[in-house]
Nanobody, 124 residues
Framework: QVQLVESGGGLVQAGGSLRLSCAASGRSFSRNAMGWFRQAPGKEREFVAAVAYSGAITYYADSVKGRFAISRDNAKNTVYLQMNSLKSEDTAVYYC?????????????????WGQGTQVTVSS
């Protein structure tokens, strides 16, 4: 059974940092691009960041560029999202996802496997 399990969410003050982790099990995702999405209450799920299978190529939403960093450790089958300089508008449930391709993409439809999400709350 394929599973993606996010962890590392929580409550943090504006300006603070959190590091999210996404551990995959059931199969290796070393040949898949991986991504992070988020969904705030009453809003659509939106793209945050993605990384190629090798880790060499990354994409970011404009709203998080320069503040967030995505990385991966294929030996551990784990993807990370380092979030710095957090703002209240970053408050959302954050989801990890595995794409069907090796190339990172911003399109939700290109992601086949999804985690259950982890809550990030930024207080102002």
């Amino acid at each position: 059974q394929v599973q993606l399990v996010e962890s590392g969410g929580g409550l943090v003050q504006a300006g603070g940092s959190l590091r999210l982790s996404c551990a995959a099990s059931g199969r290796s995702f070393s040949r898949n691009a991986m991504g992070w999405f988020r969904q705030a209450p009453g809003k659509e799920r939106e793209f945050v960041a993605a990384v190629a299978y090798s880790g060499a190529i990354t994409y970011y939403a404009d709203s998080v560029k320069g503040r967030f960093a995505i990385s991966r450790d294929n030996a551990k089958n784990t993807v990370y999202l380092q979030m710095n300089s957090l703002k209240s508008e970053d408050t959302a449930v954050y989801y990890c996802a595995a794409a069907v391709s090796v190339v990172p993409t911003t399109e939700r439809a290109q992601y086949r496997y999804w985690g259950q999400g982890t809550q990030v709350t930024v207080s102002s």
